[in-house]
């Protein structure tokens, strides 16, 4: 009762979260599409195209044909935003800024260990919960982990380093977050043996990303949303019991999410399609082993709208080997 009594008190006491965009380009307020998101090369079925919808937040790349259409499997987990400057030669001169007051936690200098290139991470502190901006793909950073930064404080340059990225495709790619563990290395240690992780805990594995495009429409829309009430709105799309202790980290971090839980019990956490926690129930029930308890109903395999979490049907739904391994984030081992 008290968790819930928090949630309440936090969404009417909440203030608004006053964001600048990362670069100058503001075209997600007006026109939108090309204008804004960077495109994607995309080869589908034999036909090349250069979408602009590949460069939003979500499912938007890597099409199959199924029983229900065409189905998007691979989750982009931010958006591209791509550049309004380059000099003679092409290069990309957009400055790269913060979006709102917060603290570097995070500058990774090598961009050859990950496929986000050159990446920034900075933490912000919103009624009392911390949420994390990555801003990748940079050619430069101008600042250091420790640092604090204001609203609209230049932090690098944009660039193109990382994975499949050349001049023309330049962009910044820009998400915000939740930090799902503080536990991360050793969790990496265990599910990728021998695999180094320089990032520590600011391993994009363990930031999950909200809708930050539509976060951003809809905060310029409405200067008065913050997450809890942004993520409130957006639609589950399964649930999953996991046994005690529970995910009482996730619930210590984002009380908001708690719906009547309390530390060391079962929970049943529900997910949205991306995979991100927005909501953690708790069960008097005893449960041995985490089960896929909910998912909305699909007519082509489920394990497509979740990154291959699930799989079944009904009575059949299940956790797939990849579900279990991300469930353990959370405490759900």
């Known amino acids: 009762m008290k968790l819930v009594l928090f949630f309440f008190l936090t969404m009417l006491t909440a203030r608004a979260i006053d964001l ?30 250069y979408p602009w919808q590949g460069g939003q937040y979500g499912f938007v790349r890597d099409p199959v044909r199924t029983s229900e259409g065409i189905i998007f499997k691979r989750m982009h987990e931010g958006v591209d935003i791509k550049p309004l400057h380059r000099d003679e030669k092409g290069r990309p001169q957009d400055l790269v800024r913060s979006v709102a007051d917060g603290v570097v936690m995070y500058v990774n200098e090598r961009p050859g260990a990950s496929n986000y290139g050159r990446y920034i991470v900075i933490r912000h502190d919103w009624d009392g919960c911390s949420y994390y901006s990555l801003y990748a793909h940079l050619n430069r950073a101008d600042v250091r982990a420790g640092d604090a930064v204001s609203h609209g404080q230049t932090i690098g340059l944009l660039g ?26 050793a969790w990496h240690s265990a599910h990728f043996k021998g695999e180094p992780n320089p990032h520590g805990i600011y391993n994009g594995i363990n930031l999950a990303g909200i809708d930050v495009g539509s976060f951003l429409i809809k905060s310029h829309q409405d200067n008065s949303l913050t997450i809890p009430a942004f993520l409130t709105k957006e639609d589950v799309f399964y649930r999953v ?34 995979g991100l926690p927005v909501k953690i129930t708790g069960l008097e029930q005893v449960i041995t082993v985490p089960v896929a308890s909910w998912a909305r109903p699909t007519t082509a395999p489920v394990g497509l709208y979740t990154k291959g979490y699930l799989q079944g049907s009904g009575k059949t739904l299940r956790l797939t080997s990849e579900g279990l391994k991300y469930l353990a984030l959370f405490g759900g081992n």
């Open 160 to 185: 193109f380093t990382g994975d499949g990225i050349d001049i023309v495709r330049a962009h910044v790619h820009f998400e915000i977050n939740l930090l799902l563990t503080n536990n991360f290395d």
């Open 20 to 49: 600048v965009m990362p670069t100058e380009n503001d075209a997600i307020y007006h026109s939108g599409g090309a204008d804004f998101y960077q495109y994607v090369q995309r080869n589908f079925e034999g036909a090349i195209s």
């Open 241 to 274: 019991k996991v046994p005690a202790p529970g995910p009482v980290e996730l619930a210590r971090r984002y009380p908001w999410m708690s719906q009547g839980y309390r530390s060391g019990q079962a929970a049943e956490i529900s997910f949205l399609r991306s």
